[in-house]
Every structure is written in structure tokens, then in C-alpha cells.
Nanobody
């Protein structure tokens, strides 16, 4: 199993970034996917997730209306569109696959078995 994130960078407050996560080595279309982040000195926190079909998404309250998770199953890729970025969004962002197929809606990192290496997002003026 391999998950590879890309698209991180430095952006000004109010700006946008789109993260991508390319998956391989498992049946991507059978697994819900999640995005997590970890700021310096803090625990991993759930950001958003998506059903294995892409039919539903769910988010932490602080990003609702600003962030959007989507997926392209034929391309084995999941995305995180981040708009109206704030300095408090600064973190390393990780994508992860739930550790069971055909299960969705989990937000605890212990329910995710495969993780990418992370990509840094810095929001600063």
C-alpha cells in the first residue's frame, strides 16, 4: 500500500491550495479515505473524509464551508481543496485509508491503517 500526497506549499491568508493523494497497492474504490493534519506540538486531527463511492463527505467543524474532499476512483486519487486558508490551518497534511473496506465516517486516526508521508501547508503573510 502506498499513499503519496502532493500540492502543499506556502500561501497567504485567504488563499487556496489543492492537495492530492495518489493511492496504489490496494482496491482504492473500496475504501473510505480521510485527511488529517498535525501542527507543531499538537496531535493529529481529523480534517475531512469521503465515502468509498464519493457519495458523501464529512468534516471537522473548523473547516466546514472552506475545505472540500473529493475523489476520482478511476485515477486512484483523493483531493483536499482548501479555500479561505487561515494561519491556524498551518500543519503537515496526511491522507489515510480506513483500515476496513466498505466502512465510512470514521474520524479517529486509529481507524485508518495506511498513511502517506505528509505534505506541509504553511499559511502566512
Amino acid at each position: 500500500v502506498q499513499l503519496v500526497e502532493s500540492g502543499g506549499g506556502v500561501v497567504q491568508p485567504g488563499g487556496s491550495l489543492r492537495l492530492s493523494c495518489a493511492a496504489s497497492g490496494f482496491t482504492f474504490s473500496s475504501y473510505a479515505m480521510g485527511w488529517f493534519r498535525q501542527a507543531p506540538g499538537k496531535e493529529h486531527e481529523f480534517v475531512g473524509g469521503i465515502h468509498w463511492t464519493g457519495g458523501s463527505t464529512y468534516y471537522r467543524d473548523s473547516v466546514k464551508g472552506r475545505f472540500s474532499v473529493s475523489r476520482d476512483n478511476p485515477k486512484n486519487t483523493v483531493y483536499l481543496q482548501m479555500n479561505s486558508l487561515k494561519p491556524e490551518d498551518t500543519a503537515v497534511y496526511y491522507c489515510a485509508a480506513e483500515n476496513r473496506p466498505y466502512r465510512s465516517g470514521r474520524t479517529d486516526r486509529r481507524d485508518f491503517g495506511s498513511w502517506g508521508q505528509g505534505t506541509q501547508v504553511t499559511v502566512s503573510s
